[in-house]
């Protein structure tokens, strides 16, 4: 089981209730021992992250999709740009989409807060790529 330091909770922002059922097991089959919240809108997501909660269930990734009906992906950075810092220290936000549109991945590119493109479903090699980059691994006890 590999473990990275600081990485103890995954936000999956999808309004797609089995890709996040699919999604939640891929990471659980990663065995990163962190917790998985799945919520399936922006103001959900939104106020899950403004809620006081213990620093170990504040997310470290989400894994956000773009198109969802409704507030979008694009409508979530919005209104997550506005958040107070405290919601978003040692948070990483991973587009995770369908969209093939380049002014998609562009504009992601530009947002200062998302630090990856990916096309869906979420693999496991996936999800480790992104906590090997972003995150600080621990050395493994016994190796």
Sequence with gaps: MKKFTDLNSILLVDDD?????????VIERTKLGVSVKAINNVTDAIAFLTQEKAATDQPNIIFLDINMPGLTGWDFMALYDQLDERHKANVIVVMLTTSLNPDDYQRAKLNGHIVDFLHKPLRPDMLLDVASRYFHAEDAVGE
Aim: aromatic share 12%.
């Design 17 to 25: 209730k089995f890709t996040n059922l699919v999604h939640t097991k």
